[in-house]
């Protein structure tokens, strides 16, 4: 009796029945899609098993650090960073790459990088610098710059971003966006200030 009365709609209603069939491939095309890369994305892991990249602080310096009686920040930082891919099969672009410098959340600097290539388990050196001046805002602030302005050393938070690329064999696909966060605490420009503590950094896309 279904069958009947789905023959007899299908007859009087050809346009219905030509779109449920269409709905109904596309539907079976869309799973199969989806199947195939899950299986295909499992493969590439068990294949490559791709690993974060890692980041460290390796040296800091400022040569100026100072705020003025309306909190205008003047500065002069230098950071010598090192970038690690330590994939063994999987090689990394580093397009749109930026590193900036931040006190008490608050952005003080910005400074562009070139964009680089890390072939497997490389490492790349970076080294961005920021001098100039910018306004604080907060009486909050600028109480944390003068308590650790007395104790001779600064928290500042560098950080850097960048458009990954991934390339596999001869194959470069577009990744993630990469940000590092790195929190130093860097000594005062002073002659008997402490040396800088290598720090690692955190990673994640």
Request: aromatic share 10%.
């Amino acid at each position: 009796m279904g069958s009947a009365s789905r023959a007899v709609s299908c007859l009087c209603c050809p346009c219905k029945c030509l779109a449920c069939g269409l709905f109904s491939c596309l539907c079976s095309i869309l799973i199969s899609l989806l199947v195939t890369l899950g299986v295909l994305a499992l493969i590439f892991y068990l294949i490559f098993r791709p690993h974060m990249i890692a980041a460290t602080v390796d040296s800091a310096a400022l040569t100026q650090f100072t705020l003025s009686t309306n909190s205008a920040l003047a500065y002069s930082l230098t950071v010598d960073l090192t970038v690690r891919n330590p994939n063994k099969r999987v090689g990394l672009y580093y397009d749109n790459v930026e590193s900036l410098a931040l006190f008490d959340g608050q952005r003080f600097g910005y400074a562009p990088l070139d964009s680089f290539y890390q072939s497997t388990e490389a490492s790349t050196k970076l080294s961005p610098a920021f001098k100039g001046q910018q306004p604080l805002q907060g009486d909050i602030t600028a109480a944390n710059f003068r308590s650790q302005q007395s104790a001779g050393k600064f928290d500042i938070e560098v950080k850097l971003n960048a458009k990954l690329r991934v390339k596999v064999w001869a194959f470069k696909v577009p990744g993630p966006k990469a940000k590092i966060s790195c929190p130093i605490t860097v000594p005062a420009s002073a002659p008997n200030a402490p040396a800088f503590q290598r720090t690692d950094c955190k990673v994640w896309f």
